[in-house]
């Protein structure tokens, strides 16, 4: 049996949220993930499923009634070179910071500014991660899954996955309909770093560097990161906690009126406010409550200090919402899963 009963999702979220799954389960190859679910078709059938990585975009507000599935499959390789490109996969229970050092080691430009992104390459494309200039959409070359509803193997490639701003076709129309087995990317061979993100080019010009190797841009993205963003391994998180919400040039030039040094990237003719500048204005960042609370140093994070529980943390991310509804007429919309 491959199916286990009743085990504790703590150690399989970033949160760190202690609730349980009823049924569990990890898989290492595609040969085991069919056998978990022959085993599931047998014995219990309708059984919701949740695939998960590493768990660190995922808000449990309570035990899951179903079967947790553990995507653990590894391994990556360079598969492939063409005159633009190498292509390299890597299986999606990689995780994510493990495939940037790899490709980092072997030369191969395009994922730097993505270094110690949280989660592993499964997930990657599913929110279309993204950081300091560069999102996934950018490398993806293709996608292997398993369709649930025909067992069968699919490949997908860069337009299918339909992706935007933190968002794909799996986490939109095909939600919940595919297991990502495997993700290739492509690395161009005349590669130029991206250094265009305001932090990353006034960290690079303070230590001097004019031309930097995607070493320095890895190097330089890890020290922003770690300056900012809690340690998940220290205190539970899972990074932004909301998306960063867009909106119209008008509301954009109203919201200027009132407050000049609004943070926004323009965006396509629309506007990309910094949510973590709405929150830091409202006045929530540093705020705690018992174990949950706004992170002091990104106030778009929200953290578990310890004995936070997930509907704590559901009520924080409410009342923030409303202040900046009410303060700036914004909705923020949820980044991670919530469940
Ligand atoms: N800001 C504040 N106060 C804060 C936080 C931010 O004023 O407490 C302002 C600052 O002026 C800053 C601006 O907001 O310049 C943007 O902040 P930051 O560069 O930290 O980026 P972000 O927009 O808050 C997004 C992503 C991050 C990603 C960074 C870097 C989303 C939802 N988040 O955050 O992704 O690392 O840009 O590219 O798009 C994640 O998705 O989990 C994540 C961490």
């Not at 191969?108 to 494309?125: F, K, M, R």
């Not at 297991?179 to 230590?207: D, E, P, W």
């Not at 965006?267 to 500048?277: E, I, N, P, R, S």
Request: aromatic share 10%; charged share 20%; with cysteine.
């Amino acid at each position: 049996m491959m199916i286990q009963q009743n085990i504790s999702l703590m150690p399989f979220n970033s949160f760190g949220i202690d609730v349980n799954a009823k049924y569990f389960a990890s898989f290492s190859s595609e040969v085991e993930l069919l056998t978990i679910l022959k085993e599931k078709d047998q014995t219990i059938p309708e059984s919701n499923l949740l695939l998960i990585g590493s768990g660190s975009n995922i808000l449990f507000t309570q035990d899951f009634d179903g079967l947790v599935i553990k995507n653990e499959i590894q391994g990556m390789s360079i598969v492939h070179e063409d005159e633009e490109f190498h292509y390299v996969t890597a299986g999606a229970g990689v995780l994510w910071d493990d495939f940037v050092g790899f490709c980092i080691e072997n030369n191969l430009g395009g994922v730097e500014n993505l270094s110690l992104i949280p989660g592993t390459v499964g997930a990657a494309p599913i929110q279309n991660i993204g950081a300091y200039g560069v999102e996934l959409k950018d490398v993806l070359h293709a996608v292997k899954l398993l369709d649930l509803h025909e067992r069968q193997w699919i490949v997908f490639n860069n337009r299918d996955c339909d992706f935007g701003y933190r968002s794909s076709i799996f986490k939109k129309k095909l939600k919940g309909r595919f297991v990502i087995t495997s993700v290739t990317c492509r690395f161009q061979k005349n590669h130029q770093t991206n250094i265009r993100y305001g932090s990353i080019k006034n960290s690079l010009i303070a230590m001097g560097v004019t031309t930097p190797t995607i070493k320095d841009v890895s190097e330089t993205v890890n020290e922003i990161r770690r300056s900012k963003l809690p340690n998940p391994s220290e205190i539970g998180n899972a990074g932004s906690f909301f998306k960063n919400p867009v909106i119209s040039k008008t509301e954009y030039q109203q919201l200027l009126n009132d407050y000049p040094d609004i943070v926004v990237y323009e965006l396509d003719g629309m506007y990309k406010v910094a949510a973590g500048w709405l929150i830091d204005k409202a006045g929530w960042k540093g705020y705690r409550e018992g174990d949950v609370g706004c992170y002091p140093k990104q106030a778009l994070v929200l953290v578990n200090y310890g004995n936070g529980n997930g509907m704590q943390l559901l009520e924080l991310s409410k009342k923030i919402q409303q202040s900046i509804l009410k303060k700036f007429g914004i909705l923020l919309e949820a980044e991670v899963n919530i469940l």
